[in-house]
T-cell receptor, first 111, second 123 residues
Framework: DAKTTQPPSMDCAEGRAANLPCNHS???????VYWYRQIHSQGPQYIIH???NNETNEMASLIITEDRKSSTLILPHATLRDTAVYYC????????????FGTGTRLKVLA | GAVVSQHPSRVICKSGTSVKIECRSL??????MFWYRQFPKQSLMLMAT?????????EQGVEKDKFLINHASLTLSTLTVTSAHPEDSSFYIC???????????????????FGPGTRLTVL
């Protein structure tokens, strides 16, 4: 599975949009982009995933570039409870189904 | 989404003892479960893949005789840390795959769910 690169940390003001980038330049055509987050001392929580189209759900939006080499997770109105480590993972459906976590981005939402 | 539980949530043991951690899928049958370890301020590291009714597949560098994994049913996998030492102190997290989840791809549906984690402290 392709590796991902994320900035180690970001700050965002409460109420503003948080835009978290992820680089996955070696992604293959059959690999999806998944986003999870981990709030301190808890298990990871699924946020969203996509293949090539932009996706939106009740938690976030996922923007994938046309060449699929990078993506951005958008939290439209960040709250203090969104403070967490956000992981971008690239994985193809099927196969071993295992996730390989990178270092993630530590997002701090400021009051 | 589906729920995965872990028990215990926190355990403290003496060096040299063995500790068993349970991972349960509460409302779905998980053909595959995964075990991760996470040290403070670090990312999750995959330890092994557990398939129901067969031997676990361990990642490179993980000692299979030290970290015993049993996946005896479709809703339960156990991780036993044998002869634990202080360096085994860590946050252990399991995840379970819902095979029905892959049938409904989309932005909101996911196929793999994580437990809340177990904090192991070896004195």
């Amino acid at each position: 599975d392709a590796k991902t690169t994320q900035p180690p940390s970001m700050d965002c003001a409460e109420g503003r949009a948080a835009n978290l980038p992820c680089n996955h330049s070696t992604i293959s055509g059959n690999e999806y982009v998944y986003w999870y987050r981990q709030i301190h001392s808890q298990g990871p929580q699924y946020i969203i995933h996509g293949l090539k189209n932009n996706e939106t759900n009740e938690m976030a939006s996922l923007i994938i570039t046309e060449d699929r080499k990078s993506s951005t997770l958008i939290l439209p109105h960040a709250t203090l409870r969104d403070t967490a480590v956000y992981y971008c993972i690239v994985r193809r459906l099927g196969g071993t189904y295992k996730y390989i976590f990178g270092t993630g981005t530590r997002l701090k939402v400021l009051a | 989404g589906a729920v995965v539980s872990q028990h215990p949530s926190r355990v403290i043991c003496k060096s040299g003892t063995s500790v068993k951690i349970e991972c349960r899928s509460l409302d779905f049958q998980a053909t595959t479960m995964f075990w991760y370890r996470q040290f403070p301020k670090q990312s999750l590291m995959l330890m092994a893949t557990s398939n129901e009714g067969s031997k676990a597949t361990y990642e490179q560098g993980v000692e299979k005789d030290k970290f015993l994994i049993n996946h005896a049913s479709l809703t339960l996998s156990t991780l036993t840390v044998t002869s634990a030492h202080p360096e085994d102190s860590s946050f252990y997290i399991c995840s379970a795959r819902d095979p029905q989840g892959g049938a409904l791809p989309g932005p909101s549906y996911n196929e793999q769910f994580f437990g809340p984690g177990t904090r192991l402290t070896v004195l």
